[in-house]
């Protein structure tokens, strides 16, 4: 079963729990979430929402790893007609939760350009698009710097385009509406708090063991992010995921020029918040240089802060070569975000093969996929119906029994 219009209008009722299924006994469904990032968040909310009893396990804090280090860019594209459904569904699911709980999205659309080298991947993209409700408008590099004035793309632009529905939010404050949200319907969060072993007897979930004690559960949700095959290795399940890592930066706030989200040539994105602060991202990771090996390889940080700081710096001066008002700008925060990665670049969503009482929840573009994934794995959970629109991302294309 499909999502529905009516499956997203939450309004005034948002908070209001719906109990669907219960565990033994007639009591409520205990369903244990790992992973406090917005994804995690969002299905804790649901969950809560469905009439669960949800228990939120974060190792760290809430929104500390991948989803602080987001763009947190809402948008469809992608060259896949299949996937680019799923994330529009997510869209629309994303203004009802930013009128629901203050998400304080902002709706100011985005505009992407590609230089010779990338206008094939780009044009392709683009086609996609065109059979959305938000076709994309073609733009020169003249045209751009008319839409949002204070770009300049350079004179070497090869194809380029506007949408106009796509969005941003701040990624770390939608995760905590979520999980406020979760808790005023009872949910329990708790961080720092490592989950480090998982129990399974005859092929059933039965217990979580971590760092604050041992906890039997009716379901558990995986949302770990790059921490996904450890916990599935806890299930003596085994789950490779690409390693990707980013680099984000955030500036000091200046003055708002735009509420657009910019791609330029699939190499940086950038956006400015309400506040003034400027974010921008290298998104295909550090070049292939000796200081970078370490981060090239493994999940790694910085080797020194000397280095973490001229990264910042460099990428801002970058950014400012097509929007000036950056300019002179220092970093406020350099993140190395290491992004959940499955190997074919698509959401891996579901039971986990073998293991009854055990769902998985990976991807990338995790930021827009968060509100539908909730509402999907809460559907699926709690209702047992499952949800069309994730038949293609099932856990078993990488897993077997």
Same mark, same amino acid.
């Given at each position: 079963m499909s999502a529905t219009r009516r499956d997203f209008v939450i309004g005034a009722a948002a908070l209001?729990?719906?109990?669907?299924?219960?565990?033994?006994?007639?009591?409520?469904? &205990? #369903?244990?979430?790992v992973g406090g990032g917005i994804i995690g968040a969002s299905v804790a909310f649901?969950?809560?929402?469905?009439?669960?009893?949800?228990?939120?396990?974060?190792?760290?804090?809430?929104?500390?790893?991948?989803?602080?280090?987001?763009?947190a860019w809402i948008n469809p594209v992608v060259n896949d007609a299949a996937y680019m459904r799923l994330r529009l569904e997510s869209m629309r699911a994303w203004r009802?939760?930013?009128?629901?709980?203050?998400?304080?999205?902002?709706?100011?659309?985005?505009?992407?350009?590609?230089?010779?080298?990338?206008?094939?991947?780009?044009?392709?993209k683009a086609?996609?698009? @065109?059979?959305?409700?938000?076709?994309? &408008?073609?733009?020169?590099?003249?045209?751009?710097?008319?839409?949002?004035?204070?770009?300049?793309?350079?004179?070497? #632009?090869?194809?380029?385009?506007?949408? &106009?529905?796509?969005?941003?939010?701040?990624? #770390?404050?939608?995760?905590?509406?979520?999980?406020?949200?979760?808790?005023?319907l009872g949910a329990?969060?708790?961080?720092?708090?490592? $989950?480090?072993?998982?129990?399974?007897?005859?092929?059933?979930?039965?217990? $979580?063991?971590?760092?604050?004690?041992?906890?039997?559960?009716?379901?558990?949700?995986?949302?770990?992010? #790059?921490d996904t095959p450890r916990i599935m290795a806890m299930m003596d399940r085994t789950l490779e995921l690409a390693h990707k890592p980013g680099l984000v930066v955030h500036t000091?706030?200046?003055? $708002? $020029?735009?509420?657009?989200?910019?791609?330029?040539?699939s190499v940086?994105?950038?956006?400015?918040?309400?506040?003034?602060?400027?974010?921008?991202?290298?998104?295909?990771?550090?070049?292939?240089?000796?200081?970078?090996?370490?981060?090239r390889? @493994?999940?790694?940080?910085?080797?020194?802060?000397?280095? &973490?700081?001229?990264?910042?710096?460099?990428l801002i001066d970058q950014t400012a070569t097509y929007l000036p008002a950056m300019a002179g700008t220092r970093p406020a925060q350099v993140l190395l975000g290491f992004r959940p990665y499955p190997l074919d670049n698509r959401p891996i969503c579901g039971p986990v093969p073998g293991v009854e009482g055990a769902y998985l929840v990976v991807t990338h573009s995790g930021l827009t996929l968060a509100p539908i994934l909730g509402r999907y794995v809460a559907q699926e959970i709690m209702e047992k119906t499952p949800a069309a629109l994730l038949t293609p991302y099932r856990p078993s294309r990488f897993m077997k029994v």
């Open positions: 209001a729990a719906v109990p669907v299924s219960a565990g033994a006994a007639g009591r409520r469904r &205990r #369903v244990g979430v649901q969950l809560a929402r469905a009439g669960a009893e949800v228990i939120l396990f974060e190792r760290e804090a809430p929104a500390a790893r991948a989803t602080r280090a987001s763009v009802e939760d930013d009128r629901a709980l203050g998400m304080n999205a902002i709706w100011g659309g985005s505009i992407s350009w590609a230089y010779p080298d990338k206008e094939e991947a780009l044009r392709a086609a996609v698009l @065109q059979h959305t409700d938000d076709p994309p &408008r073609a733009l020169t590099s003249r045209q751009i710097t008319e839409v949002s004035r204070g770009i300049h793309a350079g004179d070497d #632009v090869a194809f380029a385009f506007e949408t &106009r529905r796509d969005g941003h939010v701040d990624p #770390v404050q939608a995760t905590r509406r979520y999980l406020a949200a979760a808790k005023k329990r969060i708790l961080y720092p708090c490592e $989950v480090e072993g998982i129990v399974v007897a005859s092929g059933r979930m039965t217990h $979580v063991e971590t760092s604050r004690g041992r906890w039997a559960l009716d379901d558990i949700v995986s949302v770990a992010g #790059v000091e706030a200046r003055p $708002v $020029v735009t509420d657009k989200v910019f791609e330029a040539s940086i994105e950038f956006k400015q918040y309400a506040d003034g602060r400027f974010l921008t991202s290298l998104t295909g990771g550090p070049p292939e240089l000796p200081v970078h090996a370490a981060i390889q @493994q999940r790694a940080a910085f080797p020194d802060d000397e280095l &973490r700081r001229r990264h910042g710096q460099m």
